[in-house]
């Protein structure tokens, strides 16, 4: 291995100045990388994005059409790295004919849809019905979406554009009191691929390719405490990414213990490195050693699987309908998942695809995992307070 020790900011990685409107790292830069999954037909193109160095992927997917041109599926920032890389596409295929937008509440996506839409001025945007913002609901136009060319997805797939090359299906929207779920599952019949959002997610056992051209979150996150200095290597890698995976999954996996903050501050004030990139030394974790286990039931070898968030805080609140959509999603015959996060592609037929959601077809959640704790915690606090009302409520509403 031949580590890349020093990340320089490319000025065709640059986001635009608005990016303090979601204030994720790595903020105004955002390096692309596009991997082709099948020859001259099914690209991916991944960027970073997260939280106090708990960074994953977030992705976007280009499938050729057949009459010539792109779709583009969830787009990400069209930074100028980005555009040139969708560019020499274009050349070689055809342009960019159609955007879609499958979610209504990821703000990590709807965010980039007006500008990417801007940089291609000739493609139709269409986006899933019941798209709200927050915390005023505003029009599309008004979020940088152009009027002349978004449409709403239609309620019947073959009414839309690209129906001889794409069937598509559309989960909720779910009721979850404040503002709704709601994900479309777009299927490319030719390359048999599933196009997925938020839904279903494969845990890697090491860290993706995109995170490789900048170490420091994996490093920062395979520390023992403030006071630890870690070598780069593989290993190192790996591990900062198993944890990373904890913290994305869970918040607060059952392994991890937090530091009160005046410990985390007198620790810092004794750190070797005080900078502020390693957030001044603050440092308030404490990982028992048994984590490795929960990484390992998480990941449960690579099998695709629904993040426990979802499984939690959102599809149990509409256990019919979620399970009606998946048996329309498992009917029709993929050999791949594209998710909008973690590994990509996963190989997965409808059976692995269907067995994802048996926490809700068994009754059975898997939230009585010690992982769960602190999402079953989040979850009797919004029911609690009425913010979301319980799941049996939903689930006597969907019988």
């Given at each position: 291995?031949?580590?890349?020790?020093?990340?320089?900011?490319?000025?065709?990685?640059?986001?635009?100045?608005?990016?303090?409107?979601?204030?994720?790292?790595?903020?105004?830069?955002?390096?692309?990388?596009?991997?082709?999954?099948?020859?001259?037909?099914?690209?991916?193109?991944?960027?970073?994005?997260?939280?106090?160095?708990?960074?994953?992927?977030?992705?976007?997917?280009?499938?050729?059409?057949?009459?010539?041109?792109l779709?583009?599926?969830?787009?990400?920032?069209?930074?100028?790295?980005?555009?040139?890389?969708?560019?020499?596409?274009?050349?070689?295929?055809?342009?960019?004919?159609?955007?879609?937008?499958?979610?209504?509440?990821?703000?990590?996506?709807?965010?980039?849809?007006g500008?990417?839409a801007?940089?291609?001025?000739?493609a139709?945007?269409?986006?899933?019905?019941?798209?709200?913002?927050?915390?005023?609901?505003l029009?599309?136009?008004?979020?940088?979406?152009?009027?002349?060319?978004?449409?709403?997805?239609?309620?019947?797939?073959?009414?839309?554009p690209?129906?001889?090359?794409?069937?598509?299906?559309?989960?909720?929207?779910?009721?979850?009191?404040?503002?709704?779920?709601?994900?479309?599952?777009?299927?490319?019949?030719?390359?048999?691929?599933?196009?997925?959002?938020?839904?279903?997610?494969?845990?890697?056992?090491?860290?993706?390719?995109?995170?490789?051209?900048?170490?420091?979150?994996?490093?920062?996150?395979?520390?023992?405490?403030?006071?630890?200095?870690?070598?780069?290597?593989?290993a190192?890698?790996?591990?900062?990414?198993?944890?990373?995976?904890?913290?994305?999954?869970?918040?607060r996996?059952?392994?991890?213990?937090?530091?009160?903050?005046?410990?985390?501050?007198?620790h810092?004030?004794?750190?070797?490195?005080?900078?502020?990139?390693?957030?001044?030394?603050?440092?308030?974790?404490?990982?028992?050693?048994?984590?490795?286990?929960?990484?390992?039931?998480?990941?449960?070898?690579?099998?695709?699987?629904?993040?426990?968030?979802?499984?939690?805080?959102?599809?149990?609140?509409?256990?019919?309908?979620?399970?009606?959509?998946?048996?329309?999603?498992?009917?029709?015959?993929?050999?791949?998942?594209?998710?909008?996060?973690?590994?990509?592609?996963i190989?997965?037929?409808?059976?692995?695809?269907?067995?994802?959601?048996?926490?809700?077809?068994?009754?059975?959640?898997?939230?009585?995992?010690?992982?769960?704790?602190?999402?079953?915690?989040?979850?009797?606090?919004?029911?609690?307070?009425?913010?979301v009302p319980?799941p049996?409520?939903?689930?006597?509403?969907?019988?």
């Amino acid at each position: 291995m031949n580590p890349q020790k020093q990340y320089s900011i490319r000025p065709r990685e640059r986001w635009c100045p608005w990016w303090p409107l979601i204030p994720l790292y790595p903020y105004d830069r955002r390096r692309t990388l596009r991997q082709e999954v099948l020859k001259d037909t099914l690209w991916t193109f991944d960027q970073l994005q997260g939280i106090f160095y708990v960074i994953v992927p977030i992705r976007m997917s280009a499938v050729r059409l057949e009459t010539g041109g792109l779709l583009i599926y969830a787009p990400v920032a069209p930074t100028r790295e980005c555009v040139n890389l969708v560019r020499e596409l274009e050349a070689r295929y055809g342009e960019v004919k159609y955007i879609i937008l499958p979610t209504i509440s990821g703000l990590e996506h709807k965010v980039f849809v007006g500008p990417f839409a801007r940089r291609f001025p000739n493609a139709q945007v269409f986006v899933a019905p019941h798209q709200w913002s927050y915390p005023v609901d505003l029009p599309l136009s008004w979020l940088g979406f152009p009027p002349k060319r978004t449409h709403i997805l239609p309620d019947e797939p073959q009414k839309a554009p690209f129906a001889s090359e794409f069937d598509y299906a559309r989960l909720g929207p779910i009721d979850l009191g404040l503002k709704p779920f709601a994900e479309v599952a777009l299927y490319h019949k030719r390359s048999r691929s599933l196009l997925l959002t938020d839904t279903i997610v494969s845990i890697p056992e090491k860290p993706p390719a995109i995170l490789q051209f900048d170490p420091y979150p994996l490093l920062f996150h395979a520390k023992e405490d403030a006071f630890d200095v870690v070598k780069d290597s593989e290993a190192t890698r790996r591990k900062g990414w198993k944890r990373i995976s904890l913290f994305a999954m869970y918040f607060r996996p059952s392994p991890l213990e937090t530091i009160p903050f005046r410990h985390a501050l007198r620790h810092a004030l004794r750190a070797r490195d005080r900078s502020k990139k390693a957030y001044f030394g603050l440092f308030p974790f404490h990982w028992q050693p048994n984590w490795m286990e929960s990484f390992e039931a998480l990941r449960d070898g690579g099998r695709p699987l629904v993040a426990p968030v979802l499984q939690t805080l959102i599809l149990n609140r509409a256990p019919t309908e979620t399970l009606a959509w998946v048996q329309r999603v498992a009917g029709w015959d993929f050999e791949r998942i594209v998710p909008c996060h973690f590994s990509s592609p996963i190989a997965a037929r409808s059976p692995q695809f269907r067995d994802a959601f048996a926490f809700l077809d068994s009754g059975k959640p898997r939230d009585n995992a010690p992982d769960f704790q602190l999402l079953k915690e989040i979850d009797k606090t919004l029911v609690r307070t009425k913010i979301v009302p319980p799941p049996s409520q939903f689930t006597m509403n969907n019988e």
